[in-house]
């Protein structure tokens, strides 16, 4: 079925968003399936009235009152107060009740009137690459607060700009994570997904407050099919909690519908597996789950009836993981994988940069000095740098003026205490140390020992 959706432009989408329905064939969906689920609406609020019934549906008032007079005359609900234009109140029926029996028992989905999974598709195709590329100057923007190398970042903005994969490797604490999570701040704009998407008399909710964030400042000022939200481009991070399952349809048996896998969740933005290599499945097998879906950007989802269904791959996947590759994948994953890139650990010279930065975020007076005495005792236990570690010893730092009740400043003592709670340190009394400790804590308070 064409609608008038899969018809539109990507500047079409821009500026006027997704066209407002005129007609009940206009929303890709059966009239008997919109009938059905303002019916549920009816039921459960507690003054159903025409305007109250659209808001719930998220369809135009006019739509909404010829599906509430359909269910009139077919003797479902009844009209209780006639009053102005959006403001009839209706009632149950006892016919109506025996009718929500029958339909909660096949699908208890009752939120906002869904979309075709045509017209899910096209606009996910249609957005999914935003419309300015990115240049070096976005991707210094985007990774501002980051110290990487030109030649990262020069890769970093060509997997933004293709959209392809990414796979992310390195040794624990180098910024793996952080690099990651800011690839989505470099994709500009806000995209239009549906709440819900229908196949068949069967419900997918796609919405999710969790990883969505409407942009309300962003919708257009005219009429728009209010069953889209708009929201900024997703980013959607899983991580050692990922089982083989997640990646399917979760039905809930009691609710009677889906709710959309995190893949799903994620088109128009950024999916980050983390840790990877770590989840709860084996990365060959999560690999081989998604070899299709990287390499044609389309997904195959299985309902419970046993219809398959394909639904758009249209993310920016990246898998982080500081496992060694050949332990992760073979050459037939890896030759699908559109960039790989490693971060490495940093120079003396950008991890004094990283640390001035984070100490100036705290409020922090760092000197050359105290960079040096920390620059001396890496030499000294010939210690590996890592880019998270001047934002951890800050953290300890901070813990420990605190506790002593002191200014938030950076000494050499201060930061020995801060680097030995942080590497680790024997703590043993010197036994000079511990005979005075005890005669000082006695002489105080001879209760204490």
């Known amino acids: 079925m064409i609608s008038q959706t899969t018809i539109l432009t990507r500047s079409e989408v821009e500026t006027m968003g997704p066209p407002a329905p005129e007609e009940l064939r ?113 991707a210094v923007a985007a990774f501002h607060d980051l110290v990487l190398p030109e030649s990262l970042l020069q890769t970093l903005g060509c997997v933004i700009n293709s959209r392809r994969s990414l796979f992310l490797t390195g040794l624990p604490g180098t910024g793996k994570t952080a690099v990651a999570e800011r690839i989505n701040g470099a994709l500009p704009g806000a995209i239009w997904i549906p709440y819900a998407v229908e196949i068949d008399g069967q419900i997918i909710r796609v919405y999710d407050s969790h990883c969505h964030r409407k942009t309300p400042e962003l919708e257009p000022e005219g009429e728009y099919d209010r069953r889209w939200a708009l929201i900024k481009r997703p980013l959607v991070i899983v991580g050692g909690e990922l089982t083989l399952e997640n990646a399917d349809l979760t039905w809930s048996q009691s609710a009677k519908f889906y709710e959309a896998p995190f893949q799903m969740k994620s088109n128009g933005g950024t999916l980050v597996i983390d840790d990877f290599g770590r989840q709860r499945v084996a990365p060959q097998d999560l690999l081989n789950r998604w070899i299709v879906p990287l390499e044609r950007r389309v997904d195959y989802l299985a309902l419970h009836t046993g219809k398959k269904i394909e639904v758009p791959f249209e993310q920016l996947v990246v ?26 650990p940093p120079t003396p010279g950008a991890w004094s940069e990283i640390f001035r930065r984070a100490a100036y975020t705290r409020g922090i007076r760092c000197d050359q000095t105290i960079l040096d005495h920390l620059l001396n005792k890496y030499r000294i236990e010939r210690r590996q740098m890592k880019g998270c570690e001047p934002r951890d010893l800050l953290d300890r730092v901070t813990d420990i003026c605190l506790f002593e009740g002191q200014a938030l400043e950076l000494s050499p003592q201060v930061l020995d205490v801060a680097w030995r709670n942080y590497f680790g340190a024997s703590h043993t009394f010197a036994p000079q140390q511990t005979q005075e400790t005890m005669i000082e804590r006695t002489l105080a308070d001879p209760l204490e020992l």
Not at 65 to 84: G, H, M, N, P, S
Not at 95 to 110: E, F, T, V
Not at 324 to 329: F, H, R, Y
């Open 26 to 138: 206009d929303t890709g969906v059966g009239e008997g399936f919109l009938c059905e689920l303002a019916l549920k609406h009816v039921a459960m609020m507690p003054e159903p009235t025409t305007a109250a019934i659209a808001d719930g549906l998220h369809l135009p008032r006019s739509l909404t009152e010829d599906i509430l007079q359909k269910l009139y005359r077919e003797k479902l609900i009844e009209v209780k107060v006639q009053a102005t234009v959006g403001s009839t109140r209706y009632a149950m029926l006892d016919h109506g009740w025996d009718r929500l029996a029958r339909l909660l028992a096949i699908c208890g989905y009752s939120g906002a009137a869904p979309v075709s999974l045509a017209d899910y598709t096209h606009m996910m195709r249609l957005q999914s690459i935003p419309t300015d590329p990115a240049s070096m100057e976005t």
């Open 319 to 344: 898998f982080s993981t500081n496992l060694e590759e050949k332990d992760l994948s073979d050459q037939a994953f890896l030759r699908r994988m559109g960039y790989r890139a490693r971060v490495e």
